[in-house]
């Protein structure tokens, strides 16, 4: 199951911020998104996750970012927005620049055509659940649910589980599954990725290393002359005081932690630092996290397993870098995260933006001046308008774990493995 993630991103009419904001805020006052008059999400039923936000910039101006993460092509999926959301959307872009609006309403082919010019698809992303579809992540949850009723069950009938061994409880468990409603469609898990989804990843990483070895004559002498420039600018970056915002935390925090909610969602817009060189450096950079990122298909992301989905993009003619990320617990737990397991990676990419902590040949020192980095990560994440998750009560482990469930249940498993297996539970 391919997914995709892009954003929709528009200027706004600088006389229509405050009617963009007051439509944004009723959307996320909803109750509930089914009954959203605006945005029904869950009648897109390929969408994973989806942010709108509406980004204000004193240089900029106002930036409107429709984040989407979802199941099959784009063609498909413009269908499905026009189908089920085009009144909200039509709304929503009658605010933005160059959007073609008619007093009847939205008309199917300006909408989508307005959409499609204005994709962004990003320089690198990160996906935790490889190939698993909204679908298939919602059934292999009810599954997992299922048998754990049943064994629950057992334990309540007097009918324990005390002294059996894995085996037989792996036995009762496929005898119950042998007459469930869902039992053929869990004996038939397709693969989370084909062999060849698998293998091109390791295949790109393998041919883009041959020509660095074939171009190493002259990559060295590059790689020289790019060391000391970098290093020329690093030591003359200036050191911005110390940032902070009570109000802006305060909005944000409000965003956060929601009650009966583990995920969380955060989007960032910063400069990046002036001049061809950080461009330069900043799209080669996340070319190769994408590079390597694709190989990422075990739920992980540089040892972190919390990350549902999350992307940079270069804007504004590589200007501005959007990052936009859809995460497990935390913020203050998501940020430890990327400081203690891939602060090399983090400080690569956001050394090459303004206000980031000093750094030394572009990887070193950055984001482990942990509180400073807090600071300028809070600094410049912006306020997300609003949110929606098709599985706000899964974590990327969670979901990992129902799948692994499904994909062995009727499998041959040695002893091991079926221990494993019960464990699971």
Known sequence: MKQTILTFI??????????????????????TFPQNPHLPFPSLKRLHFASLVLHEDADYGPTFVFENNFDGPLDTYLEDLYEHASAGLHRLYSC???YPATDGGPDRARLISYLRAHVVRPNAYHIGNVGRSVERTLQE???????ETFLDDLVRGQRGTNGETPASIRSRIQAFMSTHRMAEWAANAEPRQTTMERFVP???IVIAAIFALALLPLLIPLAIFWVIVLRYKEKRDPVTPDLGNKAHVRALVEREDRTHIVQNHMASITLVKPGPFRRATLRGLLWLVNLIARTANKGELSG???IHFAHWS???GGRRLLFVSNFDGSWENYLDDFIDKASTGLTGIWSNT???PKTSF?????ARDGARFKAVARDKQTYTNVWYSAYQHLTVQTIDNSSAIREDLFTQLDESATRRWVWRF
Do not use: H, Q, Y
């Open 10 to 31: 528009a200027r706004v009419e600088p006389g229509r911020v405050n009617e963009l904001r007051d439509l944004l805020t009723e959307i996320a006052g909803a109750s």
């Open 96 to 98: 933005c620049r160059g």
């Open 141 to 147: 949850n009810t599954l997992r649910d299922d048998i």
């Open 202 to 204: 390791w295949l790109k």
């Open 304 to 306: 972190i397993p919390s």
């Open 314 to 316: 270069m804007i504004d």
């Open 354 to 356: 303004v206000d980031f």
């Open 362 to 366: 572009l990887v070193l020192e950055g």
